[in-house]
């Protein structure tokens, strides 16, 4: 059986380097948003898996709007 991994909110938050930060992690856990978590005791873990499905949960797919298009090579700016 494959060993599951955890991450702590202090992990969460260098994870996603600094962006969500412990207390904000606190608060969606109260509110009972963002990532799953599992709770043992007064202890918060996060399972990596939890987390990866999380991220794809919340991918933003952007598109070039119609007619403009960038041909590789090209500077943005």
């Given at each position: 059986?494959?060993?599951?991994?955890?991450?702590?909110?202090?992990?969460?938050?260098?994870?996603?380097?600094?962006?969500?930060?412990?207390?904000?992690?606190?608060?969606?856990?109260?509110?009972?948003?963002?990532?799953?978590f599992?709770?043992?005791?007064?202890t918060?873990?996060?399972?990596?898996?939890?987390?990866?499905?999380?991220?794809?949960?919340?991918?933003?797919?952007?598109?070039?709007?119609?007619?403009?298009?960038?041909?590789?090579?090209?500077?943005?700016?």
């Amino acid at each position: 059986m494959s060993e599951s991994k955890f991450l702590t909110p202090e992990e969460v938050s260098e994870r996603y380097r600094g962006g969500i930060t412990v207390g904000t992690l606190r608060n969606w856990r109260g509110m009972r948003i963002g990532p799953s978590f599992v709770k043992i005791g007064k202890t918060i873990l996060y399972p990596i898996e939890s987390l990866a499905e999380w991220d794809r949960a919340n991918i933003v797919t952007c598109r070039a709007p119609k007619g403009l298009t960038m041909n590789a090579g090209e500077d943005a700016g």
